[in-house]
């Protein structure tokens, strides 16, 4: 198995100095082995045990980080027999759509909660007859029944793989790729049943600055969006984060040969700065041939004339939105879209450097080396890009 990132090219890779910060960080405090986190990145395991010693040499400590501190708050046996109250009100609120299922799906409904509620009491709220209920409860389960419930243990498993991303239609073409036959529809009714859903979130508000006195490039990418090959054209744009400590900026750049995330950068302010570090990033990690294409929308961080050096330095070629248009430069709109429903917004950040390593991991780790992109045929970045290097 070779330890280079599929995603990368032929030639050696090299990382920014904030992508080691992040992925020591992602050691010390997620537990797991330097193994598992280095597979988890994509990269060699010697490189994460060089740069934590470089990091415990800067710092003046050779102690073990990689064991976490204690969490607050109760995780014992009596943190674990705790019952919300609200608990029983979410049953009786579900009882609507519960009653547009068959009889033996309230009888399952009726079953999972006879340890909380009074058996006589459910039945009345879901119309149906005790004498009924216990009938069915010692009839032998049909093999319909006995399969519905295995498919929903692996749907279960599937959604908690996903961080709770995943909707049915992504659920069911897993399932399919792993051998399994069954309908989109009944993936989608135990689904409904059990309370599986992909994670949503409101609208959110661009924050682009365009007024300002910078030449603005022509936009040659004309919503283009299907790209042949990767390091062809790439997508970028900025969002910000909500912190206890106040705003967290992210600037990204995309291939959109594959929708990855090849470059990121992080900050307390929205700089031009902010925008040249996920340049450089990209840059370093895929070292692209001169003609490359670079959108992205007007703002005065892309328009600058440190920016644009930068641009012209590696050979690339500028291309930005129309005014007020996201519509060009809607996959990094979708990005954060899907960045901020699948995280941001269930999250309550304490601090910047708290956000921070979430993102970090969510972009390294999840979201372009196991995430399925509809449009890549559900498969991740990643894969998307090694089969077609094979192919």
């Known amino acids: 198995m070779k330890s280079e990132d599929s995603m990368s090219t032929k030639t050696r890779r090299s990382y920014t100095e904030a992508f080691k910060e992040e992925a020591v960080r992602l050691v010390r405090e997620s537990g797991h082995p330097i193994a598992q986190v280095a597979r988890d990145l994509g990269i060699a395991d010697h490189l994460l045990y060089r740069w934590r010693a470089e990091q415990q040499q800067a710092e003046g400590r050779w102690a073990d980080p990689s064991i976490p501190a204690g969490r607050a708050g109760g995780t014992g046996p009596a943190a674990a ?8 009100a979410r049953f009786f609120k579900t009882c609507g759509g519960v009653l547009r299922e068959g009889v033996a799906m309230r009888y399952r409904v009726i079953q999972e909660h006879d340890r909380r509620y009074p058996i006589r009491l459910m039945c009345r709220a879901l119309a149906v007859s005790p004498a009924g209920y216990y009938v069915w409860r010692t009839r032998p389960a049909s093999a319909r029944a006995a399969a519905n419930q295995t498919l929903l243990t692996e749907l279960r498993q599937l959604h908690h793989e996903s961080r709770q991303t995943y909707g049915s239609p992504r659920m069911w073409r897993v399932l399919v790729e792993r051998g399994r036959t069954m309908g989109r529809h009944r993936v989608a009714r135990l689904m409904r049943y059990d309370g599986l859903r992909a994670k949503t979130v409101t609208k959110w508000h661009a924050t682009t600055h365009s007024r300002h006195a910078f030449p603005v490039a022509t936009n040659q990418l004309n919503r283009q969006f299907a790209v042949a090959a990767p390091n062809h054209v790439w997508a970028g744009d900025m969002t910000y984060i909500w912190t206890l400590e106040g705003w967290l900026y992210l600037a990204v750049l995309l291939d959109l040969y ?3 995330v ?3 950068a992080m900050g307390a302010r929205l700089t031009g700065e902010l925008a040249q570090q996920a340049l450089q990033m990209a840059l370093q990690r895929r070292q692209p041939k001169p003609g490359l294409l670079h959108h992205s929308d007007r703002g005065s961080q892309y328009a600058a004339t440190a920016y644009q050096q930068q641009l012209r330095a590696a050979g690339m070629t ?19 879209g899907t960045l901020k429903r699948e995280l941001i917004h269930h999250r309550q950040y304490r601090t910047r450097e708290e956000a921070k390593q979430e993102i970090f991991e969510y972009l390294e780790v999840f979201y372009n080396r196991q995430r399925r992109h509809s449009i890549l045929g559900y498969r991740s970045p ?3 890009e090694a089969r077609a290097a094979v192919a």
């Open 81 to 88: 027999r705790k019952c919300p109250v609200e608990a029983g």
């Open 258 to 260: 594959s929708r990855a």
């Open 262 to 264: 090849v470059g990121w």
């Open 318 to 336: 500028g291309s930005m939105s129309r005014r007020g248009n996201c519509w060009d430069n809607a996959c990094v709109e979708s990005f954060f």
């Open 382 to 384: 990643a894969e998307f």
